[in-house]
């Protein structure tokens, strides 16, 4: 049987050869949520749940600012939700194939590694401007 093209495994699998390497950091770098999910989890020290991210990734998509009733109570249930399953079927499992993070999936909670501080330090070095420290 042949494996599935959209695999995460046949995606981000780091390879033999610094060319395979390459390929995968850009792959894993080419997608702004899987971005935002790094950047996310190293403001808030290494660990979210998916639904933290969600709701953050959310926000961040809709250009929306916390404000003091709530933390994000402008975007919807229904944004939330689709990050949501975007990340857990799609972004999160790449990642997670990478060793980019650790996921638990009894508690779903996402963990950054030290693979994905490499990643984000790549990042950094493509966009020529240091990160933020929070």
Partial sequence: MLPLLNSPESLTAFGDSRADAVDTVMDLLANRRRRAVLQYLEEVDGSATLTELAVEIAAQEAGSEPNAISDHGAISARDRRAV????HHTHIPKLAAAEAIDYDTATETVALRDRGR????RQE?????PRESR
Avoid at 118 to 121: G, H, I, K, Q, V
């Fill in 125 to 129: 070095a493509v966009q020529g401007a």
């Fill in 118 to 121: 490499a990643l984000l330090s």
């Fill in 84 to 87: 949501r399953i975007s990340l």
